[in-house]
């Protein structure tokens, strides 16, 4: 779908204001969770170890659990039906290394899709994309045997119109975490302080927008594990650091039959985006390869339906 240049600009300046209202900050793809696993337990993933996703998005200090090397994609249309062509992409690949702990790198494509340049006779000059792109390096080591940290730093660059018409802006961001396992409880704790940066600048210095700095703190306790079945819970809380005002809270779980199927459960709540629904989704594994699904709600005056997200994993 291509949207009259007009009328994207307009999009992106409520989207952009809607960053003020919400208090979020700017920078739409660092809030958007990658790992249709999480995503499924009602976006909660933050005390997770077990995939590539979880220790590098999530908390880059789940890499100093890590001891095989992994790799995840995720792919989610965000407007479905509306804008086909409006898309959100997530790559990581995670390495042990030999004196301990991890390394990993990630990528994450937002794309708001083509539009029509035009003059003000309403001529088509041509046509331009507008995207968020953001590569990232993570990298995580224990500390003690059950207690890692990790962080990741992470490039951003945010373009909302052609570069000539001051729509380009990038900056840096730095995330740091920490996982602490308790094995006699079956319990894992997790914190991570994410895009910790300069603000981003689009037309001048006096109107820089600050990233979306927030801090997530989470739980993950496997309540049950079998020969055959194990179920686990998961709760997360994350409060924006930009302002009080933003919050969301997490909880899911997740019931896992071996290796090869899992059937999952969550609810998002997001007063202030007036978000507060279920996420389901299901896993599926064979040998070294596996494949989530997870759905998830909009804010309930949208109209819109639920996002789906796809996240295919491959461990060496």
């Known amino acids: 779908m291509r949207l009259p240049y007009s009328l994207l600009l307009t999009v992106l300046l409520v989207s952009c204001l809607a960053t003020s209202a919400l208090a979020q900050g700017t920078g739409r793809s660092l809030d958007i969770q990658p790992g249709a696993r999480q995503n499924g337990m009602g976006a909660a993933g933050v005390a ?26 995720t792919y989610a249309q965000l407007v479905p039906g509306l804008a086909n062509d409006v898309s959100y992409n997530f790559a990581t690949y995670v390495h042990p290394m030999s004196g301990g702990g991890a390394w990993g790198v990630g990528l994450v494509f937002l794309s708001y899709g083509t539009s029509d340049r035009t003059n003000e006779s309403g001529t088509v000059l041509g046509q331009f994309g507008s995207n968020e792109v953001s590569p990232a390096l993570y990298y995580g080591l224990k500390l003690l045997p059950e207690m890692s940290v990790g962080a990741s730093l992470k490039f951003i660059r945010i373009q909302l119109a052609p570069d000539d018409l001051s729509g380009v802006g990038s900056t840096f961001g730095l995330d740091v975490g920490a996982l602490y396992r308790i ?18 600048t689009f037309l001048n210095e006096d109107q820089k927008s600050p990233l979306s700095r927030n801090l997530k703190m989470g739980m993950a306790w496997q309540a049950m594990t079998g020969k055959e079945f194990q179920l686990l819970t998961v709760a997360d809380f994350n409060q924006s650091l930009v302002t009080n005002k933003f919050r969301t809270y997490n909880v899911g ?43 998830i709600p ?9 996002v789906s997200k796809i996240t295919l994993g491959y461990h060496f």
């Open 253 to 295: 779980l997740e019931i896992q039959y071996t290796d090869q199927i899992a059937g999952r459960i969550g609810y998002y709540s997001d007063p202030l985006g007036e978000i507060k629904d279920l996420t389901y989704g299901l896993g599926i594994g064979w040998k070294a390869l596996s494949m989530d699904y997870a759905s």
């Open 183 to 200: 094995p006699a409880a079956r319990l894992r704790l997790g914190m991570n302080l994410q895009n910790v940066g300069p603000s981003v």
């Open 298 to 306: 909009q804010a309930r005056d949208s109209g819109l339906p639920n």
């Open 48 to 73: 997770l170890d077990e995939d590539a996703t979880g220790v590098t998005w999530w908390n880059p200090a789940g890499l100093g659990f890590v001891n095989k090397s992994a790799v995840e994609v």
